[in-house]
Structure formats: structure tokens, C-alpha cells
């Protein structure tokens, strides 16, 4: 097939299966960005703000949206205000590392948000939906077998409540929930939006060790 050409004022030609070429690539380009939305960090409609010293003091770094990484413009953190929905701060870019859930209000140090140092780099919105309903049921073994214990309320003891040293996999009907590694809502915590987990991997740790959850409001 004989191949056209155009000549745009003084400017080189440009040949079409050229042009045919750089509009196939950003048609994947575009269609990547759908397929894989954490590549972009749109607006959420939350605010956050964090502070490099205790009680909102020193400079600060406000967020709208999600960031990957916020490290290199507030190399500390020890305060934190959220001004307006629910947010997963990471130690650690990219969303990793310790995990914290913050909701409405403020965090004048960072105990207060259970932190373990003043280290802060990325961000999440998290987007509720379900409206005042709350699930999550609990299993003893992974894939969602063994004795099943199902909850709509927050527990401050796993062991106690139902006895279980840990869990293996989980299925969040509604809701979002955080699972603590330790009773009465302390240690590491883990995020869990509806979906099942068949493994503790899947919601981000690395044992079964969950002594103790909540479900989250705004």
C-alpha cells in the first residue's frame, strides 16, 4: 500500500503509519492508565495535612488526592490533621511499609496516631461505601475453612470473643475494617476494604497474628 505523506508549514514530513504508530501508543497508554488507576492520583474531595513538628507546627505538606510519595517536600512527620474523610498513611513510598487509618480530627504527635516514628511518605483516600452496614466473617484456616466466626461490631479481643489465636483468611461483606495485631486495637494495622482474603498476605501481613479489629466511619 502506497504510503502518504504531509507537509505541515516548514516542518519535516511526517509519514502517516508514523502518526498511525504514536496514536496506537497512546491508546495503550490511556487504556493502561484505566486498567491500572493507582498510575494516577486523582482528586478525591478529602484533605490532610501533615506537620513537620509536634502540635501543627513547622512546614507542612497538604494533600487533596493520593501520593505515592511525599518524602523529599516534609522529610519528618509529627503531627497530622485531617481535615476532611478517611486516609492509609505509609511509612514507606508507594503505599508501603507500616500502615496507619486515620479518620476526622487531629493528631497533635505521632503516638496519637499509633506511629512508631515520625516517618510519613505516601497517602491514600479511602473512598467508604455501604453506607451504616458493617460485616466481616473470620476464619480459623486459610480459603475460607475451619470454624467460622462472623461479626458487625468492633472487637477489642479476638481470643477472648471467639477464641481464635489467629486468623487465617476473611470475607468483608460490608464495611471496611482495620485488624490489629495486638488486643484492644494496637500494633501493626492492616486495612480491609469488602472482598475476601483467602491468606494473611492478601491483606498485607505476614502472619495470622489479628487479636483485635474495628470498622471505619468517617
Request: proline share 4%; with cysteine.
Amino acid at each position: 500500500m502506497t504510503k502518504q505523506t504531509f507537509i505541515l508549514k516548514n516542518e519535516p514530513i511526517i509519514k502517516q503509519d508514523f502518526l498511525v504508530s504514536a496514536l496506537a501508543v497512546t491508546s495503550s497508554l490511556f487504556s493502561l492508565e484505566i486498567q491500572h488507576p493507582a498510575l494516577i492520583m486523582f482528586k478525591t474531595g478529602s484533605r490532610i495535612t501533615f506537620y513537620e513538628g509536634k502540635n501543627f507546627q513547622g512546614c507542612r505538606y497538604e494533600s487533596d488526592r493520593d501520593c505515592l510519595d511525599f518524602h523529599t517536600d516534609l522529610s519528618h512527620c509529627n503531627s497530622i490533621r485531617v481535615e476532611n474523610g478517611v486516609w492509609v498513611v505509609y511509612e514507606q513510598p508507594n503505599f508501603a511499609g507500616n500502615m496507619y487509618v486515620l479518620t476526622h480530627g487531629e493528631y497533635p504527635e505521632y503516638h496519637c496516631w499509633m506511629g512508631q516514628n515520625d516517618r510519613v511518605s505516601s497517602c491514600k483516600s479511602i473512598q467508604l461505601t455501604g453506607g451504616d452496614k458493617y460485616q466481616i466473617q473470620l476464619f480459623e484456616k486459610g480459603d475460607f475453612s475451619g470454624q467460622m466466626h462472623e461479626s458487625a461490631e468492633d472487637c477489642p479481643s479476638v481470643m477472648e470473643k471467639f477464641h481464635l489465636p489467629e486468623i487465617h483468611s476473611c470475607k468483608v461483606l460490608d464495611g471496611a475494617w482495620i485488624f490489629y495485631e495486638h488486643p484492644n486495637f494496637r500494633g501493626k494495622q492492616y486495612f480491609l476494604e469488602r472482598g475476601e482474603y483467602s491468606k494473611p498476605t492478601e491483606w498485607g501481613a505476614a502472619t495470622p497474628l489479628v487479636q483485635s479489629f474495628r470498622h471505619i466511619a468517617e
